[in-house]
């Protein structure tokens, strides 16, 4: 499990949920084992949050290191509670019928190449995968704006916004990161604020979140075994939750980690 944790923490998501997913084909762990890695192995990588986010959006490595770390914090949390799912649950182990390889498999020169080329295989369509979900959640986001759905939410949101003490600025990179994570943390850098450490906060959920579209690339790869997606969305629900939580702790006792003017 702490293998699949720290590969997965380098490569970010939906890598976690193809792991898991794997392993249920190939009979390593059994149905409630996998939903419980699913969980909270499927997070974003360090390349992402630290590079793109802390340096390219909020131009601060330390923002990005601090979202790094309770983002880490919160995994790792979401791991402990989950442990208890279904544990009372029998163990059932079962072999996929349309399973492409075994585990006993030997790596030898007679197969490598066929090893090569279903890994390369594997990755590329992961990869165009995720892509062509950004693609589409970009033009869905471009739609709602142009259509003036998104400014309806707005409105009706606002009041509720204002009792919270939260500018309704936020509300539109809200929604359009709780629909593709990319663009909505984008825009929430962008926003010019004295409390910059809601613009932080406000990331750290969407991050420990994910996105509809990580959602639905993840579903695209459980949807061919028999584990339920209900642990991954109430996982990820409270990884955002938890991680908006441990960023606002750490804003308010460590001064280093506090950017308000």
């Given amino acids: ?149 998104i400014l309806i939410i707005v409105k009706v949101l606002s009041p509720i916004f204002n009792i919270i003490n939260i500018d309704s600025s936020f509300i539109s990179p809200l929604i359009t990161g709780f629909l593709e994570i990319t663009n909505g943390i984008n825009t929430i850098s962008c926003i010019a604020c004295k409390k910059i450490s809601i613009n932080i906060i406000l990331t750290a959920f969407l991050l420990g979140f994910g996105g509809i579209s990580v959602l639905l690339q993840v579903w695209s790869i459980v949807v061919k075994t028999d584990l339920s997606i209900k642990p991954y969305i109430y996982g990820k629900l409270l990884q955002g939750i938890l991680a908006s939580t441990f960023t606002y702790i750490f804003i308010n006792i460590f001064p280093f980690f506090n950017f308000d003017l």
């Fill in 1 to 149: 499990m702490l293998l699949v944790l720290s590969w997965e923490f380098f490569v970010g998501y939906p890598i976690g949920a193809k792991i898991a997913c794997d392993f249920r084909k190939n009979n390593i762990c059994s149905k409630e084992e996998c939903e419980r890695l699913l969980s909270f192995t499927n997070n974003s990588g360090p390349l992402f949050i630290i590079g793109t986010v802390g340096i390219l959006m909020f131009r601060n490595t330390t923002i990005g290191i601090l979202l790094f770390i309770t983002h880490i914090l919160a995994c790792i949390s979401v791991g402990i509670i989950f442990r208890f799912w279904k544990r009372d649950n029998k163990p059932e182990y079962i072999k996929f019928s349309n399973m492409h390889y075994s585990t006993k498999k030997v790596v030898n020169f007679s197969n490598l190449g066929e090893i090569i080329s279903n890994s390369l295989s594997s990755s590329i369509s992961t990869i165009l995968l995720i892509g062509g979900f950004i693609v589409l959640f970009s033009v869905i986001i471009s739609i709602l704006k142009s259509s003036g759905i």
